[in-house]
């Protein structure tokens, strides 16, 4: 591994710590920039942008608060929302797979997103099931349906973000 791509990884796990604390208490499952972050930690691809992310979890699992709320330690990934945290590493895997393999289609960014969304969903919210006791129809009334709208409008902007830094190089000039 090149010394840019270390240096790259660990901007991007930094940057995901900075942004996934803020965020906004909606139920059991509060709304955070995090998704946004790993959206963006993506851009390095499959690879680059899981250790970005495997980097933040190690962190925030230490006790840094880097976890949403300004919350950190193990007990957060062992709770009701650990599935998501854990579930950030397939988004960023599958949204890296296949924005690596996408090139320069630019519709295939939000295809990306939604694809790896749709995984860290399905992880998340199995993981809050078996956590909370909840049956299928309420974990999606408390986990998914309030946050479609938001993580919509976060691919949206995360899409126009990464095929730019993609196609321009930014990331990856010599």
């Known amino acids: 591994m090149k010394t840019r791509d270390i240096v790259l990884i660990g901007v991007f796990a930094a940057m995901i710590c900075v ?7 909606v139920g059991p499952i509060p709304v955070s920039l995090a998704s946004f972050a790993v959206y963006i930690a993506s851009a ?5 942008g899981c250790a970005a992310v495997g980097i933040y979890i190690l962190i ?3 006790g840094l608060p ?14 009701l929302t650990g ?13 890296g797979i296949i924005i690596e393999r996408a090139g320069n289609k ?3 960014y939000p295809m990306a997103f939604i694809i790896g969304t749709a995984a860290l969903y399905a992880f998340g919210t199995a993981w809050f099931m078996i956590q909370s006791g909840n049956g299928l129809y309420e974990s999606l ?3 998914v349906i309030p946050f479609l709208i938001g993580d919509a409008v976060k691919i ?13 190089e930014f990331l990856w000039a010599a």
Not at 85 to 91: L, V
Not at 156 to 168: D, E, K, L, Q, T
């Open 141 to 143: 009334l408390a986990c």
């Open 19 to 25: 942004f996934a604390p803020f965020s906004v208490p």
């Open 106 to 108: 630019k519709s295939a």
């Open 156 to 168: 949206a902007a995360a899409s126009a973000i990464v095929y730019r830094m993609r196609i321009y």
């Open 44 to 48: 390095l691809g499959a690879k680059k």
């Open 66 to 79: 880097v976890f949403s709320g300004f919350s950190g330690g193990i007990s957060k990934i062992a709770g």
């Open 83 to 95: 599935g998501y945290i854990i579930g950030y590493m397939f988004c960023a895997l599958l949204s």
């Open 60 to 62: 925030g699992a230490l």
